[in-house]
């Protein structure tokens, strides 16, 4: 059996609140300034770090906030991309991404771009130096958490993920004009 003790809170162990904020929105959606911290190795195969290392970088999140990534699954997801040899890398998975103060993301994936490709012709090597990252959006999932930390405030309706795109205003529209359309040819 384990025996977890308490934390002991100090000038470099403290908590980090949980962001019940909408994300930025228009020109600021896909430029956050955002610290990542981790534990991960320096590169793929390498050995783990023995401090925690932290990265300031520019977080995106919205329909077009991780390349790879449909809008619907950017509707729960945070990226960032490595820039001049840093990004996250093999052990950073769990980390944390704090964006105003607050933690905005759980490290979940690394990739690379050229990864995206469905038509690549074998799959590239990955490299912690050129990885693109991406986060889970905490924010769509506080209520969830809340049921086992009763502290933490819940999903506000800015977070649900599920705001709908205007690609789908405009099919459900044009679907609209069609059918009135239909009915106008019929009943002439």
């Known amino acids: 059996m ?4 308490p934390f002991e809170f100090s000038e470099k162990v403290s908590v980090v609140p949980l962001s019940d904020e909408m994300w930025p929105q228009g020109d600021q959606m896909y430029n956050v300034p955002c610290v990542a911290a981790g534990w991960g190795r320096h590169e793929m195969g390498g050995k ?4 925690l290392q932290k990265l300031d970088v520019t977080a995106r999140h919205g329909e077009d906030g991780c390349v790879c990534d449909l809008p619907f699954q950017n509707k729960r997801l945070v990226c960032i991309s490595g820039k001049a040899g840093k990004g996250l890398c093999a052990g950073d998975s769990g980390s944390v991404l704090v964006c105003n103060k607050k933690a905005v993301g759980v490290a979940h994936i690394i990739y690379l771009e050229e990864a995206c490709n469905p038509f690549r012709i074998r799959m590239p090597k990955l490299s912690c130096k050129q990885s693109l990252s991406a986060f889970m959006y905490i924010c769509p999932f506080l209520d969830w958490i809340r049921k086992h930390v009763p502290d933490v405030p819940g999903t506000p309706i ?9 690609s789908l205003v405009k099919v459900v529209v044009l679907n609209i004009l069609l059918k009135f359309q239909a009915i106008n040819i019929y009943l002439s």
């Open 2 to 5: 384990c025996s977890v003790l």
């Open 48 to 51: 783990l770090a023995t401090h």
């Open 158 to 166: 800015s977070c649900n993920g599920c705001k709908i795109s205007s």
